[in-house]
């Protein structure tokens, strides 16, 4: 990766709010490099040859057929499942493949998985409370004094996700699309520059699935965020730019209205009733 585009010169960013956090050296404009990556299962190829960028606060849509290698691709990336070949740099200087899944984390890398995990019997407030507290002790940061600013952080998050006026609520009594919103909130509160988020719109109700799109339209440019998902229509009220994925490669790439007339695409969606 430093090889093809060349040395570090210019801004390196220190992350807001976590000193302990590595650098991340945004010089060439990528935040994220996945190249030449293959991961194999007992022979079969889940990841083959794959290559993509993402941009500092793009907002970036992975799609494709059942078995494409979108989560495997997210597993690489967060250092769940660790490639045969290839690199991922997080950044010029941040070599994935190197850290284990905490460090990524702490590096600056939030996933939300397809189902909710909150702490049911807390308070929305609580739960971002709890989120902050990284790698603190959650007894202590739960019995321990809020700094205003932290207390200004956790107002901010409850405005972005829009749960302001559920913030004494019970988490368990949430609906389906809160939890994931306030689920969304917990990862902010570590502030993240690449959010990955996996289908964040299934089971949700129209207007639930509008308001995502909106939330995760608002944290575009301050966030890097890529976006998994299968609801075209979702899809298509977000992105930008589309990876199309398909055996384990990039097979398609550009505007929704790019990829969707495109005939591979068009090819491999024949008879997927999903898109
Ligand atoms: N741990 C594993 N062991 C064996 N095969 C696996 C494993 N994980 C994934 N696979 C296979 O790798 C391929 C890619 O799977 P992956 O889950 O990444 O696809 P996907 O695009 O996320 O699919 P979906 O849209 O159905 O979630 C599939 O054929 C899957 O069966």
């Known amino acids: 990766m430093a090889g093809r585009f060349g040395g570090a010169f210019g801004r390196v960013l220190q992350r807001r709010g976590s000193s302990s956090a590595p650098s ?6 990528i ?11 007992d022979g079969f190829r889940a990841l083959n040859d794959l290559s993509l960028y993402v941009a500092p606060g793009e907002l970036r849509c992975i799609i494709g057929p059942n078995g494409a290698g979108k989560t495997t691709m997210m597993d690489v990336i967060t250092g769940k499942t660790r490639p045969d070949t290839g690199s991922v740099w997080f950044g010029q200087t941040l070599d994935l493949l190197t850290l284990g899944e905490p460090e990524i984390a702490q590096a600056g890398i939030g996933r939300k998985f397809q189902k909710p995990t909150v702490f049911s019997e807390h308070s929305v407030f609580e739960n971002l409370e709890l989120a902050m507290a990284g790698d603190k002790s959650v007894w202590k940061m739960l019995f321990a004094r809020l700094t205003p600013e932290q207390l200004t952080r956790i107002d901010e998050v409850l405005e972005t996700i829009g749960l302001k006026d559920h913030r004494s609520a019970r988490a368990g009594s949430l609906s389906h699309g809160q939890k ?7 990862l902010l509160m570590q502030d993240p520059a690449l959010l990955l988020v996996d ?4 089971g949700m109700t129209p207007q639930e699935t509008e308001r995502t799109a909106e939330l995760l339209t608002s944290l575009a440019g301050k ?5 998994v998902e299968h609801d ?4 298509r009220s977000i992105a930008r730019t589309v990876t199309v994925l398909h055996q384990g490669s990039v097979l398609a790439e550009g ?3 790019e990829v969707q007339n495109d005939p ?3 090819e491999v969606y024949l008879g997927e009733p999903r898109c």
């Open 180 to 186: 994931q919103w306030l689920e969304i909130g917990m």
């Open 199 to 202: 289908e964040p719109v299934a």
């Open 24 to 29: 991340l050296d945004l010089t060439h404009n």
């Open 255 to 257: 505007t929704i209205d």
């Open 232 to 235: 075209m229509n979702f899809v």
């Open 223 to 227: 966030h890097s965020v890529v976006v």
């Open 31 to 41: 935040i994220l490099y996945v190249e030449g990556v293959t991961v194999s299962f």
């Open 264 to 266: 591979k695409v068009i």
